[in-house]
C-alpha cells in the first residue's frame, strides 16, 4: 500500500525498513501533518503519524479530498485524531497500542529517581566543581505510599517495578486489575483519597474528555508539600501553569515530565537556534525543581521495532480487506478540535 509517513525521524527509519521488508510503498518526510501539508498526502491511500501530527476534523476533511483512505499511528496515544469525524469520512484508523510498555514505565521511574536524587542539579553542581550535598537530599522510596493514576499496560508496569522498591502503592482507574491487588497489594481508591496520601503521583492515563487538566489547583491544594508529581501521559493531563505556579511556591516538592501541552512544533527538533518563544517552557527547563524530558518514553530499540512491525501490521489489514486488530473508533476522546 502507497503509505506516506509524516513526522519521519532519521532513527526510527531503519525499523520502518526492516519491518516493511518492501512488502507496502513507504514515502519519508520530515513534516508534520497540518492543515498546510495535508495536501502532501495527494495519491497515498495511507499515511502514517505520529503524537505531534494534527489530524483534528479539518485536517481529515482534506485528507479525504485527497483519496486518503487508512491512518496508522505509530503511537499509542491518539488525542491528536478526531476519530469521530474519521468515521463519519470513513478514514480507517489505528494505532500502536502496547508497543512496550516496559519503555514507558521505565523513564517514568527515571524521572521519578533523577527528581527525587537531584541527579540534573549534581551533575550541574560537580561540573562547577562544587561537591557539597546541601540541596541534593532526596527520600528512601522504600515503605512510601506511591499513587499510580491509570493502571493500563504501562501504569501495570509501574506497579511491577514500584513493588521492587518497597513502595506501598495506591491507584486510580475505573477498571481495577484484581491480580495487581493480589501480586502487588495495590489498594484502589478515589482520586482525591490517593492524591492526599501519596508523596509520589505517577500518571499514566489517556488524555480523554475526562483526564484533560485533572491535576489542577483544586488537585493540587490537596498534595502534600513532599509531593513529586510525575507525567507519563499528556501533557494536557496536568494545568501546566498551575504545576508550575504550586512548585514555585513549595506547595509541592517537584514536577518530572516527557510531556507538555505545547510540545507540538517543539519536541523533536534540535531548536536551540530558532528558540520557541514561550515562557512556560523557559520556566520549566530552568527550575531546578522540575525535569523536562522531550517525549523519549517510547525512545527504545524495542519499542521502536515494535512500533514499526504494528504499522506495517496494520497496513497489511487493511490491505487484505480485514480490520487491524488495534482499529481505533470514537470514545469519550478529547482532541485538537476542543481545545
Ligand atoms: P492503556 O489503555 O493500556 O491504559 C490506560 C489506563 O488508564 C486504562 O486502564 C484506563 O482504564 C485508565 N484510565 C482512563 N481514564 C482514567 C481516569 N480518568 N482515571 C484513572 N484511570 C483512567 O494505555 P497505556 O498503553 O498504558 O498508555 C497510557 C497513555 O500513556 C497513552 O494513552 C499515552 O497518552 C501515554 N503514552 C505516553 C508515551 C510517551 O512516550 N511519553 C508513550 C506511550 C503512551
Known amino acids: 500500500m502507497k503509505t506516506l509517513i509524516y513526522s519521519a525521524k532519521d532513527f ?7 519491518a516493511n521488508k518492501d512488502v507496502h510503498t513507504f514515502k519519508y518526510i520530515t513534516d508534520r501533518l497540518t492543515t498546510n501539508t495535508a495536501m502532501m498526502a495527494l495519491g497515498f491511500e495511507a499515511i502514517s503519524i505520529f503524537s505531534a501530527d494534527d489530524a483534528s476534523g479539518i485536517v481529515l476533511e482534506k485528507l479525504k479530498d485527497f483519496g486518503v483512505k487508512y491512518i496508522t499511528l505509530r503511537s499509542a496515544g491518539h488525542d491528536n485524531i478526531n476519530l469521530k469525524v474519521a468515521k463519519r469520512l470513513d478514514i480507517k484508523v489505528a494505532n500502536s497500542p502496547g508497543y512496550s ?18 541527579v540534573t542539579l549534581a551533575r550541574k553542581q560537580t561540573q562547577n566543581y562544587n561537591f557539597t550535598l546541601d540541596k541534593l537530599i532526596g527520600f528512601d522510596l522504600k515503605d512510601k505510599t506511591v499513587g499510580v493514576i491509570g493502571t493500563g499496560k504501562i501504569g501495570s508496569v509501574i506497579v511491577q517495578i514500584l513493588n521492587g522498591f518497597g ?29 492526599e496520601q501519596c508523596v509520589v503521583i505517577i500518571l499514566s492515563v489517556p488524555l480523554t474528555s475526562d ?35 504550586y512548585v514555585d511556591k513549595n506547595r ?17 527538533y534540535d531548536r536551540s537556534k530558532n528558540k520557541p518563544h514561550d515562557a512556560t517552557l523557559d ?32 497496513l ?12 481505533l473508533l470514537p470514545a469519550n476522546q478529547v482532541h485538537v478540535d476542543d481545545h
Not at 213 to 241: F, P
Request: hydrophobic share 40%; net charge negative; with cysteine.
Open 12 to 18: 526510527e527509519i531503519p525499523f520502518l525498513e526492516e
Open 101 to 118: 510498555p516496559h519503555a514507558v514505565a521505565e523513564q517514568a521511574i527515571t524521572l521519578l529517581l533523577a527528581l527525587n536524587r537531584k
Open 167 to 195: 513502595c506501598r502503592i495506591m491507584a486510580v482507574d475505573p477498571f481495577e486489575k484484581e491480580e495487581l491487588k493480589k501480586r502487588f497489594y495495590v489498594s484502589y481508591t478515589h482520586l482525591d483519597n490517593l492524591i
Open 211 to 245: 483526564t484533560f487538566h485533572l491535576i489542577d489547583k483544586s488537585k493540587l491544594d490537596l498534595m502534600q508539600k513532599e509531593t513529586l508529581l510525575i507525567n507519563v501521559a499528556r501533557g494536557a493531563v496536568v494545568h501546566t501553569q498551575d504545576v508550575l505556579e
Open 252 to 268: 509541592i516538592s517537584g514536577y518530572a515530565t516527557d510531556v507538555y501541552d505545547k510540545e507540538s512544533g517543539v519536541f523533536f
Open 283 to 314: 520556566k520549566m527547563l530552568t527550575q531546578d525543581r522540575i525535569l523536562l524530558t522531550p517525549h523519549q518514553a517510547f525512545a527504545t530499540k524495542e519499542a521502536l521495532a515494535n512500533i514499526a512491525q504494528t504499522t506495517v501490521e496494520n
Open 316 to 327: 497489511s489489514s487493511w490491505q487484505q480487506g480485514r480490520h487491524p486488530k488495534n482499529t
